[in-house]
């Protein structure tokens, strides 16, 4: 029984599989903030160029 505990809290204690989560986690927040940013953009430009027209009719 010890030598499972011995084996449970190595593996526990073991971290090199958990950086590559950390980067898809923080790569998968980024392109979400970059998606949102540029639909926020996108919708600014289009209400832009709505007015733009409005003063040429």
Same mark, same amino acid.
């Given at each position: 029984?010890?030598?499972?505990?011995?084996?449970?809290?190595?593996?526990?204690?073991?971290?090199?599989?958990?950086?590559?989560?950390?980067?898809?986690?923080?790569?998968? %927040?980024?392109?979400?903030?970059?998606?949102?940013?540029?639909?926020? %953009?996108?919708?600014?430009?289009?209400?832009?160029?709505?007015?733009?027209?409005?003063?040429?009719?």
């Amino acid at each position: 029984m010890n030598t499972l505990n011995k084996m449970l809290l190595a593996f526990w204690q073991e971290e090199s599989g958990l950086t590559m989560v950390e980067y898809a986690v923080a790569g998968s %927040l980024i392109c979400l903030a970059a998606v949102s940013a540029f639909t926020e %953009l996108g919708a600014a430009i289009a209400a832009a160029i709505r007015v733009i027209i409005g003063y040429i009719d």
